[in-house]
């Protein structure tokens, strides 16, 4: 069993930045990925960016256009999601996700993922 919590949310003018984190707990986490996803309001949860925690492979949705980093902190079992440049289109629950399954490419839909943090509100104000 693995367990994530999230943490970083708040609120934020357009243009901002926050730092979200997750930190894991649980069964050994070596050979997973970890990913964020998002809800906004009325809209499906949608692939944000993901990491490979042996590999270091990273995959992003299309929306990101570089304005997100994720990097992992292999000895705290915490994936960060830098996001720069946020828009109020950004404004959404993002929860963390950890995916056990060993894959050629790093899954970008939500039922590929296992285990499911409760999500941290970011709002972006414009």
């Known amino acids: 069993q693995v367990q994530l919590v999230e943490s970083g949310g708040g609120l934020v003018q357009a243009g901002g930045s926050l730092r979200l984190s997750c930190a894991a707990s649980?069964?050994?986490?070596?050979?997973?990925?970890m990913g964020w996803f998002r809800r906004a309001p009325g809209k499906e949860r949608e692939f944000v960016a993901a990491i490979n925690w042996s590999t270091g492979s990273t995959r992003y949705g299309d929306f990101v256009k570089g304005r997100f980093t994720i990097s992992g902190e292999d000895a705290k079992k915490t994936v960060i999601l830098q996001m720069n440049s946020l828009k109020p289109e950004d404004t959404a629950v993002y929860y963390c996700?950890?995916?056990?399954?060993?894959?050629?490419?790093?899954?970008?839909?939500?039922?590929?993922?296992?285990?499911w943090g409760q999500g941290t509100q970011v709002t972006v104000s414009s």
């Open positions: 649980g069964r050994a986490l070596s050979n997973y990925v």
């Open positions: 996700a950890a995916d056990r399954a060993a894959r050629v490419r790093i899954a970008i839909r939500v039922y590929d993922y296992d285990y």
